[in-house]
């Protein structure tokens, strides 16, 4: 915005999300994806001749075939499990149309990602259990 650059060039941060850059100039910092730094999606896989993946979005460089497309019939549907995976799945259900319900034992989201989240250096970890958990909120 101040012009004092001509270009801004991310790698593991637009693998995380590549609509990073517009919703930054959006103003919908809440709606990013911020990268953790893990290097298991997209460094390990690039090392052993795959393609780039992350392992916070899993539509990575399949952004073409795996659309989130309205679903015909409307459910409710209830997800056992507020962990990473339970916690998308309700994300991609709830963006189809879906009425969601997630169920968890504990008193919070994130399941295991909680304790990764612990020591120091791996505070990143945290971010993508608030980016879940506002995603949730904002979907209902």
């Excluded at 999606?41 to 460089?61: A, E, F, W």
């Excluded at 309700?90 to 909680?114: Q, S």
Aim: charged share 25%.
């Amino acid at each position: 915005r101040s012009g004092k650059a001509d270009a801004c060039y991310m790698g593991r941060a637009s693998l995380a999300d590549p609509h990073m850059p517009e919703k930054a100039l959006s103003g919908r910092f809440e709606d990013i994806i911020q990268c953790m730094a893990c290097l298991q999606g997209c460094t390990s896989k690039i090392d052993s001749g795959c393609h780039g993946q992350c392992t916070l979005n899993p539509r990575t460089v399949r952004e073409d075939e795996v659309k989130i497309t309205p679903a015909q019939v409307k459910k409710n549907i209830f997800v056992a499990g507020g962990g990473p995976s339970g916690a998308e799945a309700a994300i991609v259900l709830a963006k189809r149309g879906h009425k969601v319900t997630v169920f968890e034992k504990e008193d919070r989201l994130g399941g295991m990602y909680g304790t990764a989240a612990v020591p120091p250096w791996k505070g990143e970890i945290s971010s993508f259990v608030v980016w879940q958990k506002t995603q949730l909120e904002k979907l209902g």
